[in-house]
């Protein structure tokens, strides 16, 4: 007899359907007993302001590199993260030294100067391809306003959610009847323009010729996908969301405590992932123009990250870049613990933290500082790239679509594929 228990099995026997956790029956004997093979996720964490270079990259490359100050916060996991430099996304001169934050994951060049439009993000390339397995195709986090680094194929910004207690109540509690019955309005409405529009197509389809009929068919292409979006989304509607053994979120009214509301977005991920709500999560840790609420720390957050190599503002920095990494250290802690048949949590999360400045003293984007940890990629080493020539960052993006299972082979401004 078969012991292993489907998920999709339970679901239909047990009369309601609810997104579970990854549990052990869900894999059988036999798969515990080698690598379970549980959906991947991707989370990535850009902090606005920079990471100050010299306590975050290790001189040696490879394996046996000397740990650094901002390391050592991770030294338990040392096994688990890889360090990667001499990154950057090419031509990220635009019209202000932080306008690289909004295409840290499209590669866009020139962001923000004349005639310029975002292109998508790698988190939406991927959700494009897999999102609808899940309630969200993808979510936003920021840790103090409502901008993301999340863009549409059409280069438009989703916004992100700042408050911990909205994000849990979109995940874990249920709508009232009345909002459950205008959301499906919603989706109808949608549903109702595209065949609208799809019929209309098709009306004037034989008028066209040859190269006009290519287009359209990869029009009616882009509607069929859309339609069938619309109708996942449909049925997500309809289906309870899953339960879990934690209480809302109190949201922090404090702006200035960056770290406590670091924090309470850093605890949300794993029961996203855990209930398979969601694949993909991306993170602004928000640059602010006021003073941390952190021990030691007296000048604004921006100012000291243009600390002009003043060795007062370079230790303040280090005071909030250290919490951070602390509160980092906290999220693979959470992933560690969480367990999916043979493995845990942090095994199928590829966690991605760095930013989009490579130098915040002097807004320089070349050589960003990045962390890669989990995701079942071999880690315990510090990569380089072309310390003249930056290697592509879209290249590791590329890589990471492939840990994700979507085939292909260039994303943005790549090169190649990183190897990792």
């Avoid at 998508?120 to 936003?140: C, N, W």
């Avoid at 449909?234 to 934690?246: I, L, R, T, Y």
């Avoid at 003293?361 to 790239?385: C, E, M, Q, Y």
């Amino acid at each position: 007899m078969n012991s292993t228990l489907s998920r999709r099995t339970f679901l239909r026997t047990s009369g309601v359907s609810l997104a579970l956790p990854f549990m052990d029956a869900m894999w059988g004997r036999r798969a515990l007993a080698v690598d379970a093979a549980p959906p991947k996720r991707l989370v990535t964490i850009c902090s606005s302001l920079g990471i100050y270079g010299p306590d975050f990259f290790p001189e040696q490359a490879g394996e046996g590199y000397q740990s650094t100050p901002y390391l050592e916060t991770l030294k338990a996991h040392r096994n688990e993260f890889s360090i990667l430099s001499n990154l950057s996304n090419p031509d990220q001169n635009g019209r202000d030294g932080h306008a690289s934050e909004m295409t840290w994951l499209t590669g866009a060049r020139h962001p923000g100067l004349g005639g310029f439009r975002n292109t998508i993000s790698v988190d939406q390339f991927i959700a494009e391809k897999i999102g609808y397995e899940t309630r969200y195709p993808s979510l936003q986090f920021n840790t103090g306003g409502s901008g993301s680094q999340s863009y549409t194929r059409s280069g438009v910004m989703i916004p992100a959610e700042s408050r911990p207690s909205k994000i849990f109540a979109k995940l874990f509690l249920d709508g009232t009847p009345d909002e459950i019955k205008t959301q499906m309005r919603k989706l109808h409405e949608g549903r109702s323009i595209m065949d609208t529009v799809g019929e209309e197509a098709k009306r004037l389809e034989k008028r066209f010729g040859s190269a006009d009929r290519d287009k359209l068919d990869e029009y009616f292409t882009s509607v069929r996908e859309m339609e069938q979006r619309l109708q996942k989304a449909e049925a997500w509607v309809q289906k309870p969301k899953p339960k879990v053994d934690s209480t809302v979120p109190q949201d922090i009214q404090d702006e200035k405590d960056l770290i406590g509301r670091m924090n309470l977005l850093f605890e949300l991920v794993p029961l996203a992932f855990q209930t398979d709500s969601t694949r993909l999560i991306t993170i602004v840790i928000q640059g602010r123009g006021d003073v941390p609420t952190i021990p030691g720390v007296k000048a604004d957050h921006h100012n000291l990250s243009h600390h002009g190599q003043d060795p007062e503002k370079i230790t303040q920095l280090r005071l909030i870049e250290t919490a951070q990494m602390t509160a980092l250290n906290g999220l693979l802690d959470r992933l560690k613990a969480k367990k999916e048949g043979a493995k845990n949590l942090l095994d199928s999360t590829a966690v991605f933290y760095g930013s989009n400045l490579g130098n915040a003293n002097s807004h320089d984007w070349h050589n960003l500082p990045i962390l890669l940890a989990g995701g079942g990629f071999k880690h315990g080493r510090h990569v380089t790239g072309d310390a003249k020539n930056n290697t592509p960052m879209c290249n590791l993006f590329v890589r990471l679509m492939q840990n994700m299972g979507v085939e292909a082979e260039s994303f943005g401004t790549s090169t190649g594929v990183l190897t990792i």
